[in-house]
């Protein structure tokens, strides 16, 4: 089913690319080939690959249980806000929250990940502030000024 | 005598003290690396390669660094596939076969001295044979035209999915994402835009780095943080480390056996370091006479698969920087970290850039007598890395992840892309679908085009031109078995079962 599932995914997407692929206008002046006709066969070939998986799926694999599957859900959301938080509230505060999250995900001792969180956080920004050299700012910017 | 002034120079380079003390860093990262379970040569490398930008090294210190980061790892993959039956990476598995059995027997200090040998005979000999036979590849690469390249890049693909995967319309299908993924942005040729959805920070395409960090090392905590809990080795402790003399001199056949099966192993683009070592090992357990000990901690068992991985690793680096194509996820890496510092491996690289092919290969033999030294005697301070809880290793990996990406642009989007590469990742591997195929794609989907067109260009659209010289037709012709057999072989060489606690 999972293997179905994935090979109509596929299809779909490489249609979508076969089709953007045709629309791509055709400069003035080119080479034979053009920019659209490698795209089409990449296509071509996934179409191809992606019929054979729904045709002949392999064994289903071991999915997460429910319980797994929103921790992981949890991590990717907490990776996607420290993405949007790291440049405006500066590397300490997100990272050390980042990482006693993660932390708290596999040990679940809050006081633990809380330390981890925090020892990383200010570990790491030693390392790469003075260590490295890299431009990371402690705090936010307006607070320091 | 080319190859004794091309290996002076080399030394001059490699006995510089920058270049000599990045070699030595590298080494010990590179077996910290290793020996962390979870963490292995390719997402370590991944991970430190935004790093070792941000130092501002030049071409030749940053490769000689990265490089001997990835043989150190390759080393320290051994020390939890033995001391835990964990391996650090795929490449190591084969030496959870013998290793743990015999640590189990209370001989752990044996068996991390005796594949520390054999990791050293591998990588020493591969060095060698780096050095002999990449010179004269690279003189064949001279005889390739775009049409070879294309070929070439097929061959590469097909061999590596045909071969890292159980299953080819998957291979493919990874494959087409990395191509797919490798024309969004510019088409340099016409200056047109493809596939960017109008998004500004698309433009550019999408940077490989971004994909590797996230397709290797995000999706690992994933896999992580799903497995915790389900892990029920029991790790053997390390008491004392004891020299096995007497192995290490039993296994000496062995070991050059095995080196000469994984070098070869790992010069064939796309096949790389685990054949190398599944090999090693099927080879030297059908030839023995005595196959009894086998899988319960027979020194044959651990030397061949060592000395097999380590050689693969080196055989990989030759049709890296000869021909532009890796013949592992790792030299996948190194791949990129190369066109990233703007250098494009190839036969010009060993006639312009000779002290960096040579630099790099006299810093590869130094490199191997220190991480002789730093695994053997020093071994017991690495294995302690080991006892590092996952709940401080993983948040620690991460954030280093996070910060190494975060450097490279100061762009949230590249971080928001990798969390998305790192989802893809997971998924990927739960459908077993091989994703170095995607990164090689991503790496090479711009080359393939460009050879596709430039023939086209040269052959005015006839496309019998792909097939018109004998190097072109034989590439065809490799890399279709290369594709096919695997499929018909697979009944005859069964994996043996991955030890429990892997995935």
């Not at chain 2, 302690?384 to 993983?394: C, G």
């Amino acid at each position: 089913m999972s293997d179905r599932l994935t090979g109509l995914i596929v299809l779909v997407v490489a249609l979508a690319f076969f089709a953007s692929a045709t629309q791509l206008e055709m400069p003035f002046f080119s080479d034979p080939l053009g920019p659209k006709v490698f795209p089409m066969l990449i296509s071509g070939v996934a179409i191809i690959s992606a019929t054979f998986l729904i045709t002949k799926p392999d064994k289903e694999p071991e999915w997460p249980t429910l319980s797994t599957f929103y921790k992981l859900l949890f991590a990717t959301l907490i990776l996607i806000l420290y993405a949007y938080l790291l440049k405006p509230l500066g590397f300490l505060i997100p990272t050390a929250l980042n990482a006693s999250a993660l932390s708290y995900q596999i040990k679940p001792d809050i006081k633990l990940s809380l330390i981890t969180g925090l020892c990383l956080s200010l570990i790491l920004f030693f390392i790469f502030r003075y260590g490295l050299g890299l431009g990371l700012y402690a705090f936010p910017k307006w607070l320091i000024g | 005598m080319e190859l004794f002034a091309n290996l002076a120079l080399g030394f001059s380079v490699a006995l510089g003290p920058s270049t000599l003390f990045l070699a030595i860093v590298g080494c010990i990262i590179g077996t910290m690396v290793g020996a962390l379970p979870g963490l292995g040569p390719s997402n370590g490398v991944a991970i430190l390669i935004p790093l070792a930008f941000s130092l501002g090294l030049d071409a030749t210190e940053a490769l000689v660094l990265m490089t001997a980061v990835y043989y150190g790892a390759m080393y320290g993959g051994r020390i939890s596939s033995i001391l835990l039956n964990i391996p650090g990476d795929e490449p190591a598995m084969m030496t959870t076969l013998d290793g743990y059995p015999m640590a189990k027997q209370g001989r752990a200090g044996d068996a991390l001295v005796l594949s520390g040998v054999a990791s050293f005979f591998g990588a020493f000999l591969a060095t060698i044979g780096l050095m002999l036979l990449a010179p004269i590849l690279a003189r064949v690469a001279f005889l390739f035209g775009p049409a070879e390249y294309f070929a070439l890049y097929l061959l590469a693909f097909c061999t590596l999915g045909g071969i890292g995967s159980n299953n080819q319309a998957k291979a493919a299908i990874s494959v087409c994402i990395g191509l797919g993924i490798a024309m969004i942005g510019v088409d340099n040729s016409t200056g047109l835009t493809r596939f960017t959805g109008g998004n500004m920070h698309l433009f550019d395409g999408v940077d490989f780095l971004v994909a590797i960090v996230g397709l290797f090392a995000v999706s690992e905590i994933f896999i992580f943080i799903e497995s915790h809990g389900k892990d029920s080795s029991i790790g053997v402790k390390l008491e004392k480390v004891t020299i096995p003399i007497k192995h290490i001199l039993n296994t000496r056949w062995t070991m050059l056996r095995s080196s000469f099966i994984g070098f070869f192993a790992g010069v064939l683009p796309g096949a790389g370091a685990s054949l190398g070592s599944f090999l090693a090992y099927m080879f030297e357990k059908s030839s023995s006479s005595d196959k009894s000990q086998f899988g319960k901690g027979d020194p044959r068992g651990i030397a061949a698969p060592e000395a097999g991985n380590n050689a693969a690793a080196g055989g990989a680096l030759v049709p890296m920087l000869t021909l532009g194509v890796p013949g592992s996820g790792t030299t996948a890496v190194l791949l990129a970290l190369l066109m990233t510092l703007n250098i494009t491996p190839g036969p010009l690289l060993f006639t312009e850039r000779p002290e960096v092919v040579w630099g790099l290969i006299a810093s590869l033999l130094i490199a191997n007598i220190v991480l002789l030294i730093l695994n053997v005697p020093m071994v017991k301070i690495f294995s302690r890395l080991l006892e590092v809880p996952a709940s401080i290793l993983l948040p620690g990996v991460t954030m280093i992840s996070f910060v190494g990406i975060y450097s490279l642009s100061g762009s949230y989007f590249d971080l928001l892309l990798m969390i998305g590469f790192g989802v893809l990742g997971y998924f990927l591997r739960k459908l077993s679908i091989p994703t170095v195929p995607v990164i090689l794609g991503i790496l090479l989907g711009g080359h393939m085009e460009v050879s596709l067109r430039r023939a086209m260009v040269l052959s005015d659209g006839n496309w019998t031109y792909l097939f018109s010289s004998s190097i072109a037709i034989s590439l065809w012709v490799a890399a279709f078995v290369g594709f096919i057999a695997p499929l018909f072989l697979r009944q005859f060489l069964k994996k043996p079962k991955a030890p429990n606690g892997t995935n």
